[in-house]
């Protein structure tokens, strides 16, 4: 039997595909809506797996029962940072973070939605055709009067519709795995930059049992990048680090620097697929949470109004994250410059408001506010 047309088919069920699901579930609860992910659930994602406050308030807005999907993470309440010249900072954070493993946190998100009864298909997407006239056909047989692309860094909806990969200058890196907690972690989330392969940092994100997620980031630049290489790095910013850690993967992340424009029209890119990831922190859950409920808030106006979804998709992000997206953009061009981060760092070690303020600014919407501009120290 053949599928009737869905009014919205969402290609990928990470934290955006979710997020985007439960936002059109929200704004248009008879929308027929369909999620496919080329994966079963639970499975692995290459990622940090730590979750910004911000990006947890998001999903409790969308319905989302948080306490379940945090089960079992306490809270991290310290930030520990250590600047490419080696400022330390080691603060309370305003707002806790949660370090939870993405096999374990995209599952909750599926199970989720599903519960809210929307369905959830195991299907690759491999072809996506759209003439602007009838429904967007995927895979010759799969119809839906609107897309929302939420598949990630190689995004085949994205191609589809001919936007460029990510280039080289915007996109990094990254390398996790799991490991025991470093000697003097003390239950705070450790993040350690470097000069001599700026902008890269290694990281060590507590589990809360005395493990810990711990990890390797580089922008791409001109020359390769190999695993051992990145290995060796991360064990040199992390000394003491288990010299074995389990389940090592690398993954690309397209930043947000240099995010495509957003297009009119029935497919709309969220998440790693429309290159929503912070460029200083590498932070890319609050953006696919966010950017998953703009977009299904856009599809569900368009269901209503008959209006074109890419054009509401378009005017909800600038609303909502244009400013911090100029900000970010801004600073990622400065910020080539490690002195820069470092006066950063001087001055959110001198004034706790500079260091609330720039978590704000690094893991969700945060502006350059005049707090952080005022306060840089250059020496
Ligand atoms: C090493 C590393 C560390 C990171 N650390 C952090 C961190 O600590 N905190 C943070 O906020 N962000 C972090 N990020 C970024 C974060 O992982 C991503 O921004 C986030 O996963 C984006 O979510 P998404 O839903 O857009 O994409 P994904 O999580 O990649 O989900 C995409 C889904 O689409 C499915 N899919 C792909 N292709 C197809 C297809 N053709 N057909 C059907 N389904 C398909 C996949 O199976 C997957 O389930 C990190 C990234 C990396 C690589």
């Known amino acids: 039997m053949t599928d009737p047309v869905w009014d919205v088919v969402v290609v990928g069920a990470g934290p955006a595909g979710c997020s985007a699901a439960a936002s059109i579930g929200r704004c248009d609860p008879s929308a027929r809506v369909l999620v496919v992910?080329?994966?079963?659930?639970?499975?692995?994602?290459a990622c940090g797996d730590g979750i910004a406050s911000e990006a947890a308030d998001l999903l409790a807005e969308l319905g989302f029962d948080v306490g379940s999907v945090f089960a079992g993470a306490p809270p991290v309440c310290r930030l520990a940072l250590r600047s490419p010249a080696?400022?330390?900072v080691n603060r309370q954070m305003r707002q806790p973070?949660?370090?939870?493993?993405?096999?374990?946190?995209?599952?909750?998100?599926?199970?989720?939605?599903?519960?809210?009864?929307?369905e959830v298909r195991r299907h690759e997407v491999r072809t996506v055709a759209v003439d602007g006239r009838g429904?967007?056909?995927?895979?010759?047989?799969?119809?839906?009067?609107?897309v929302i692309g939420a598949d990630g860094a190689e995004s085949v909806v994205r191609r589809a519709l001919g936007v460029p990969a990510a280039a080289k200058g915007?996109?990094?890196?990254?390398?996790?795995?799991?490991?025991?907690?470093?000697?003097?972690?003390?239950?705070?989330?450790?993040?350690v930059m470097t000069q001599r392969h700026w902008p890269a940092y290694a990281w060590s994100f507590p589990l809360g049992d005395g493990r810990a997620n711990i990890g390797y980031g580089e922008l791409i630049g001109p020359?390769?990048?190999?695993?051992?290489?990145?290995?060796?790095?991360?064990?040199?910013?992390?000394?003491?680090?288990?010299?074995?850690?389990?389940?090592?993967?690398?993954?690309?992340?397209?930043?947000?620097s240099g995010r495509p424009a957003i297009r009119a029209g029935q497919v709309l890119l969220v998440g790693d697929a429309q290159s929503l990831i912070n460029p200083f922190t590498g932070e890319g859950i609050f953006y696919a949470v966010a950017s998953g409920a703009l977009a299904g808030q856009a599809a569900a106006e368009a269901l209503r109004s008959g209006l074109d979804a890419g054009t509401a998709y378009r005017r909800l992000t600038r609303e909502r994250l244009g400013r911090h997206f100029l900000h970010t953009s801004a600073l990622a061009r400065l910020g080539r410059w490690p002195g820069l981060i470092d006066a950063g760092m001087r001055a959110a070690r001198a004034d706790q408001r500079v260091f609330d303020d720039l978590v704000h600014f690094g893991l969700a919407d945060g502006k350059l506010t005049g707090q952080i501009i005022r306060n840089l120290r250059f020496s």
Do not use: C, N, W
């Not at 973070?97 to 009864?117: K, N």
């Not at 915007?170 to 993040?191: F, S, T």
């Open 170 to 191: 915007r996109v990094a890196l990254a390398i996790r795995g799991y490991a025991p907690e470093l000697a003097d972690q003390d239950g705070a989330q450790v993040i």
């Open 37 to 45: 992910d080329r994966a079963d659930f639970p499975r692995d994602k």
């Open 223 to 256: 020359g390769p990048l190999r695993r051992t290489d990145m290995l060796t790095r991360m064990a040199a910013l992390l000394p003491g680090l288990d010299s074995h850690p389990d389940r090592l993967r690398a993954h690309r992340l397209p930043l947000s």
């Open 97 to 118: 973070v949660h370090v939870v493993p993405r096999e374990i946190l995209d599952e909750r998100l599926v199970a989720d939605i599903r519960r809210r009864g929307i």
């Open 86 to 88: 080696g400022i330390e």
């Open 135 to 146: 429904p967007v056909v995927l895979d010759g047989s799969l119809r839906a009067r609107f």
